[in-house]
Structures are given as structure tokens and as C-alpha cells.
């Protein structure tokens, strides 16, 4: 095996194949009025287009020590970037809607797979800091989605919504061969791990990801065409979103440089679980008023707690391949809760004209992340199900 990569490059590469992580669904958002025209889709079927592929992050995410034996973290990235850059790819010839959900569904595996072992790659090459290198895969993920959403209404207004859906192959396609280059060769062999499903923890853990995660998926998916159903052009909800999503940006930042002031994580779990409920009171009592408040409120709590669920689960392993283990089992079921999330607007917007409950359902979603926050004690602990490397 070639010596690892430094941490520098790590770094570099791990922003950089987050960067393509979330733009297949962040670009759906702005565009969700002029796809529902043109391929006649429902409100509950534009749901699935960010439903689909958090629900194949779950799925393909609970395979992740069987991927890990079978393909190995380096090969196993390269793969999903693979299927990232044909998805998108193919968005630049869609036709029918059935077509669209189906790239939203190939992607969500690409993902789902990267997110599996990305994690493990990063606690093997620098297990002392991990944390440091989550936060910064994290914030390239939020940074691909500010761009996509910031871009896509008005390149769809230049050069077409299918071409500007397509052209997100091409950074997926710099990240592909950057990998390649750069990130090293797999270790000859890897421990067995099985999922941790017998310990308390894990599942702990699990719904504490999964109803954070939901937050995001939901104001991914329906944030713009809420401002949209409030009176405001496309662009603007677009541009909005887009605000957002750097907000969510500087906030893992701020993790990736702070989190190793706080080895007792739930003190900033409770501030940006705080500035959730703030964000989501915003959107049901004031949305137009408030909106610049909602967004920082919003574009802070989301953006943080996403890397601070990671960092506190990997915080429970030992490994990197226990960390490979729990972090499937946490994601798989995390993202099948929050793949509901879109699905349940939409059906609530189809039901009652509005999205004021979705953001409502959220908001008793949030208080229930403030008491579970109170049980993620500081110290790593041994999980039944993972085993240790030798």
C-alpha cells in the first residue's frame, strides 16, 4: 500500500467530493415550478425527487461494512462518484418525469455510498482528527447544495432546466479523477464489522440523525417553493435558498475549527438545536418578515448539526472499521426517517394548500432532539455488534 495521503490532501479531497453530494437534489428546489409543468408532476411526486435519493442514501448506506469488505473505501468512493456523474449526466436529456425520479433514485446510491466509507477512509488515515476532517467533508456538502441552489433558476432561464441539472456532471467528474490521483490505495484487508443493531446507543444515535437530518431534506426540498407560493419570483427563492445554504457553509466551518474545544459535544448541540426552533418559528408566525432571520437561524442550526450528529457518533468507535459500521447504521436508518420528510409536505401541501404544518411537524421534531441531545455523553463507548481491529 502507498503511504496516505497528508492531511492537507485529505482535507482538500474530502470538501471536494462533498461538493458533488448535494447539488442532484439542492438544484430541485428552484426549479420544482417548472418541472411540475412541463412533466405534469404532483406536488407528492416533486417530493420524491429528494425523497428518492435520501431513501437510497438509507438503504445503500446499511451495506456499508459489506462494501467496505467487498470494494474497500478508495474503490468504494471512486464507484459512487461514478454513478454521481452518470446521473447527472443523463439529466441533460430527460423527458418525462418517470425519467427524472429514476437519475434522483441512481444518484441517491452514489451518495449513499461515498457517505458509507468516506468516513471510514478519514478515521484510518487521521484518526486524531476526524472531527476536524468530517466537519470540512460536511462543509463541502453544503457548499455544492448553496451553489446548485443558488444557480439553477437562473440557468435555467438561460440555457434550460435539463442542461443546467447535467452540467453538475462535470464537477463530479474533477472529483472522480482528483480521487484518483490523490487518495491512495485501500489497506490489503479489512476487519469483519457487523451493524450495531443490538446496542441502545446506535439507535440513539440513528433517530437523533435521522430526525436532524429531516430538517435538512425538508427545507432542501420546500423552502423555495414556499417563498414562491408567498409571491416570490423563482430566482429569488433560488437566491434564498442559496443564502442559506453558505450560512450552513460557515457553520461547519465554525465546527471543523471549534469542535475540539467542546469534547462534551452536547453544549453546542443545544445552541444550534435552539437556533433550529427559532429558524422553523420564523417560517409558521413571520416568513416574509423574518425571512433574513429565518435563513441565518435556519442555515446555522441545519448546518451544524449535521457534522455534530457525524462527529458525535464517531466519537462511539474505537476503529475505522467500527466507525465504518456504525456510521452505515446511523445514516441507513437516519436517512430512511428523513427521507419522509419531503414526502410529508408534499402530501401535506396537497391536502391543505400549505406547508405552515410541514414546518410545524418539524419544529416538535426539534424539541425532540433538545432531550435526546441530554442522553450523548462525551466519552466513546464499545458497541455490541462492532468489532475491533487487531
Given at each position: 500500500?502507498?503511504?496516505?495521503?497528508?492531511?492537507?490532501?485529505?482535507?482538500?479531497?474530502?470538501?471536494?467530493?462533498?461538493?458533488?453530494?448535494?447539488?442532484?437534489?439542492?438544484?430541485?428546489?428552484?426549479?420544482?415550478?417548472?418541472?411540475?409543468?412541463?412533466?405534469?408532476?404532483?406536488?407528492?411526486?416533486?417530493?420524491?425527487?429528494?425523497?428518492?435519493?435520501?431513501?437510497?442514501?438509507?438503504?445503500?448506506a446499511l451495506s456499508g461494512p459489506w462494501l467496505?469488505?467487498?470494494?474497500?473505501?478508495?474503490?468504494?468512493?471512486?464507484?459512487?462518484?461514478?454513478?454521481?456523474?452518470?446521473?447527472?449526466?443523463?439529466?441533460?436529456?430527460?423527458?418525462?418525469?418517470?425519467?427524472?425520479?429514476?437519475?434522483?433514485?441512481?444518484?441517491?446510491?452514489?451518495?449513499?455510498?461515498?457517505?458509507?466509507?468516506?468516513?471510514?477512509?478519514?478515521?484510518?488515515?487521521?484518526?486524531?482528527?476526524?472531527?476536524?476532517?468530517?466537519?470540512?467533508?460536511?462543509?463541502?456538502?453544503?457548499?455544492?447544495?448553496?451553489?446548485?441552489?443558488?444557480?439553477?433558476?437562473?440557468?435555467?432561464?438561460?440555457?434550460?432546466?435539463?442542461?443546467?441539472?447535467?452540467?453538475?456532471?462535470?464537477?463530479?467528474?474533477?472529483?472522480?479523477?482528483?480521487?484518483?490521483?490523490?487518495?491512495?490505495?485501500?489497506?490489503?484487508?479489512?476487519?469483519?464489522?457487523?451493524?450495531?443493531?443490538?446496542?441502545?446507543?446506535?439507535?440513539?444515535?440513528?433517530?437523533?440523525?435521522?430526525?436532524?437530518?429531516?430538517?435538512?431534506?425538508?427545507?432542501?426540498?420546500?423552502?423555495?417553493?414556499?417563498?414562491?407560493?408567498?409571491?416570490?419570483?423563482?430566482?429569488?427563492?433560488?437566491?434564498?435558498?442559496?443564502?442559506?445554504?453558505?450560512?450552513?457553509?460557515?457553520?461547519?466551518?465554525?465546527?471543523?475549527?471549534?469542535?475540539?474545544?467542546?469534547?462534551?459535544?452536547?453544549?453546542?448541540?443545544t445552541v444550534v438545536i435552539l437556533l433550529l426552533?427559532?429558524?422553523?418559528?420564523?417560517?409558521?408566525?413571520?416568513?416574509?418578515?423574518?425571512?433574513?432571520?429565518?435563513?441565518?437561524?435556519?442555515?446555522?442550526?441545519?448546518?451544524?448539526?449535521?457534522?455534530?450528529?457525524?462527529?458525535?457518533?464517531?466519537?462511539?468507535?474505537h476503529s475505522p472499521t467500527e466507525a465504518g459500521?456504525?456510521?452505515?447504521?446511523?445514516?441507513?436508518?437516519?436517512?430512511?426517517?428523513?427521507?419522509?420528510?419531503?414526502?410529508?409536505?408534499?402530501?401535506?401541501?396537497?391536502?391543505?394548500?400549505?406547508?405552515?404544518?410541514?414546518?410545524?411537524?418539524?419544529?416538535?421534531?426539534?424539541?425532540?432532539?433538545?432531550?435526546?441531545?441530554?442522553?450523548?455523553?462525551?466519552?466513546?463507548?464499545?458497541?455490541?455488534?462492532?468489532?475491533?481491529?487487531?
Amino acid at each position: 500500500m502507498r503511504d496516505l495521503p497528508s492531511k492537507a490532501c485529505i482535507g482538500l479531497l474530502a470538501m471536494l467530493i462533498g461538493l458533488n453530494l448535494r447539488p442532484i437534489m439542492a438544484a430541485i428546489g428552484p426549479l420544482l415550478g417548472t418541472l411540475q409543468q412541463d412533466l405534469g408532476l404532483s406536488n407528492a411526486q416533486g417530493g420524491l425527487l429528494t425523497t428518492l435519493p435520501v431513501m437510497m442514501m438509507g438503504l445503500f448506506a446499511l451495506s456499508g461494512p459489506w462494501l467496505l469488505r467487498l470494494a474497500g473505501e478508495v474503490r468504494g468512493v471512486a464507484m459512487g462518484i461514478t454513478l454521481i456523474v452518470i446521473s447527472c449526466a443523463a439529466r441533460a436529456y430527460i423527458t418525462s418525469g418517470t425519467a427524472l425520479i429514476a437519475t434522483a433514485a441512481l444518484g441517491g446510491v452514489g451518495i449513499a455510498v461515498i457517505q458509507a466509507l468516506m468516513p471510514a477512509f478519514i478515521k484510518r488515515s487521521h484518526p486524531q482528527s476526524a472531527g476536524m476532517l468530517m466537519g470540512l467533508f460536511t462543509t463541502g456538502i453544503m457548499g455544492g447544495a448553496a451553489l446548485a441552489a443558488a444557480f439553477a433558476a437562473p440557468g435555467a432561464s438561460t440555457f434550460g432546466w435539463q442542461l443546467t441539472l447535467g452540467v453538475a456532471a462535470l464537477p463530479a467528474l474533477v472529483g472522480l479523477i482528483a480521487w484518483l490521483l490523490a487518495a491512495g490505495s485501500d489497506p490489503g484487508s479489512h476487519s469483519d464489522a457487523t451493524l450495531p443493531y443490538r446496542s441502545g446507543r446506535a439507535w440513539l444515535l440513528l433517530l437523533f440523525f435521522g430526525i436532524g437530518t429531516g430538517a435538512y431534506t425538508l427545507v432542501l426540498a420546500w423552502l423555495p417553493p414556499f417563498y414562491v407560493e408567498l409571491g416570490w419570483t423563482a430566482t429569488q427563492a433560488g437566491y434564498l435558498l442559496g443564502a442559506l445554504t453558505v450560512t450552513e457553509v460557515i457553520a461547519g466551518l465554525l465546527v471543523s475549527a471549534l469542535i475540539q474545544r467542546y469534547p462534551d459535544r452536547r453544549q453546542p448541540l443545544t445552541v444550534v438545536i435552539l437556533l433550529l426552533l427559532a429558524g422553523l418559528a420564523c417560517l409558521m408566525l413571520a416568513p416574509v418578515q423574518l425571512a433574513v432571520v429565518a435563513t441565518l437561524c435556519l442555515g446555522l442550526g441545519i448546518g451544524a448539526l449535521f457534522p455534530l450528529s457525524l462527529i458525535v457518533t464517531l466519537d462511539h468507535t474505537h476503529s475505522p472499521t467500527e466507525a465504518g459500521a456504525l456510521l452505515a447504521f446511523v445514516q441507513g436508518g437516519g436517512y430512511l426517517i428523513a427521507a419522509t420528510m419531503p414526502l410529508i409536505a408534499g402530501i401535506v401541501r396537497d391536502q391543505l394548500s400549505s406547508l405552515h404544518w410541514a414546518w410545524g411537524i418539524m419544529a416538535i421534531g426539534a424539541v425532540l432532539l433538545l432531550g435526546l441531545s441530554t442522553l450523548l455523553r462525551p466519552k466513546a463507548v464499545q458497541l455490541p455488534g462492532a468489532v475491533r481491529e487487531a
